[in-house]
């Protein structure tokens, strides 16, 4: 009779119970009375009222197996040092119990036997326990330790921020130490509250010092308005001016004076600028307009540009990025040196210029990271891994197979056929590389 539910005791004292079919050790009588014979005689177990005799004993054979693997179980969980001692030892009075008065088919006296060697192993295992107990105590008093490290470097630091005038960054980094305050493991309720209070105090300190500052703004800020409105109202006077030379320097003198003032509030310097900008511009784009009409010149180089354009776009597309890095170079030595052109031209032609500066940059870039011997390692440890788990899922499917374990089987061999695609797209990948 086929038991392919029957667990894997291998290597724990209940093995020596399942060698065999531990049917042999049941039989079904006439009337359907299922029996486990034992050295004292059969006894009856039970019966199973409308099931064949083969069904009926796998039931009480099956009752048997789970018994079995309780004690192989506990054999392993003391081994693995899961088990308090003490807990052992009362899981093997249950289990003496449970076998005693087991209505199963199986090795019973074998399985009583490996039972009763438990207790020995749980001796031999209790030192390990003890050991294992202490090391864990030792770490939970090294991560309290660390956990008080941190905790008192966040503190520490906050209290460095006190006398901070970068309001901003200040503000902003006691936010991240909050969060990091809150992630931070907690201590013993005195030594928390005890840091908390010094990680609270710094903050409302430098807070209440923020404040402060910002309430002491508003008449700097007023003040720097006045003066900014002077500068404006000048600026605004010259932009119909003619003298370009002369009034250019002024708007330097300007700008300069605009700096020194310091700055306002945002709004208010915002719109002072947008005044100082537009008579700023005003002149100058007047000034130009002057330039333009003065310099044939700019015509002419208009129209070298224009000509020069044409080959730097046809160096598209690019197949050799070296080859056109060098004639890229070479045209810009001969771009730089056309004089002056109108600047609103100049900035479409620089947008076809960067486009085609841009691909041989791209190009470039590529050919490095084709070429970097760390990133082919790894693409390369990729496929070796990938073939490695398919390999690995090949042969789980094929043991499940023989096993009988059809779905098992069936899921291994797809998580193959998943890996087999991953590994067609790596391989790909890996051929993009330099030598």
């Known amino acids: 009779m086929e038991n392919s539910s029957t667990p894997n005791l291998s290597n724990t004292g209940a093995a020596s119970a399942l060698i065999g079919d531990p049917a042999k050790f049941g039989r079904v009588g006439e009337d359907g009375t299922v029996y486990v014979i034992t050295p004292t005689g059969d006894r009856a177990v039970g019966s199973y009222p409308g099931k064949s005799p083969d069904e009926a004993l796998a039931y009480f054979v099956k009752k048997f197996e789970m018994a079995a693997s309780e004690v192989a179980l506990l054999a392993a969980r003391i081994r693995s040092g899961a088990m308090v001692p003490s807990d052992a030892h009362e899981a093997v009075n249950r289990l003496r119990t449970q076998i005693s008065d087991l209505n199963g088919v199986g090795d019973l006296a074998n ?116 003066t900014k409105e002077v500068i404006v109202k000048e600026a605004e006077a010259l932009a119909n001016s003619k003298d370009w030379l002369g009034t250019a320097n002024k708007y330097k003198s300007l700008m300069d004076q605009w700096k020194a003032s310091g700055r306002g509030k945002k709004t208010t310097d915002t719109a002072l600028w947008t005044r100082f900008k537009a008579a700023q511009d005003t002149f100058f784009s007047a000034k130009n307009a002057d330039m333009a009409k003065r310099k044939g010149s700019m015509v002419e180089n208009l129209a070298k540009r224009e000509a020069m354009i044409v080959e730097f776009e046809a160096l598209l597309p690019i197949t050799d990025f070296k080859s056109a890095k060098k004639k890229f170079y070479d045209l810009m030595g001969k771009w730089q040196k056309i004089g002056m052109t109108d600047r609103k031209k100049r900035s479409a032609f620089d947008a076809r210029i960067k486009k085609v500066e841009d691909e041989i940059s791209d190009l470039e870039r590529n050919h490095q990271r084709k070429s970097d011997p760390s990133a082919k390692a790894q693409a390369n440890k990729v496929v070796q891994g990938l073939a490695e788990a398919i390999e690995n899922y090949e042969k789980q499917a094929a043991k499940a197979e023989a096993a009988g374990q059809t779905a098992k089987a069936m899921v291994a061999r797809e998580a193959a056929a998943a890996r087999r695609a991953w590994l067609e797209q790596a391989e790909k990948g890996l051929t993009e590389f330099t030598s």
């Open 111 to 226: 399985l009583s036997a490996s039972l009763e060697k438990i207790p020995a192993l749980i001796t031999e295992h209790e030192g390990a326990y003890q050991a294992r107990k202490a090391a864990q105590s030792a770490e939970k008093e090294a991560r309290k330790t660390e956990a008080a490290a941190i905790k008192e470097k966040i503190v520490a630091e906050a209290e460095s921020l006190i006398d901070s005038v970068a309001w901003k960054v200040t503000t902003a980094r006691l936010k991240v130490l909050l969060e990091e305050w809150k992630k931070a493991p907690r201590l013993d309720k005195k030594i928390d509250a005890a840091l908390w209070k010094r990680f609270s105090s710094s903050r409302n300190k430098f807070d209440k010092r923020r404040r402060t500052h910002f309430a002491s703004l508003d008449s700097e800020h007023k003040k720097v308005a006045s």
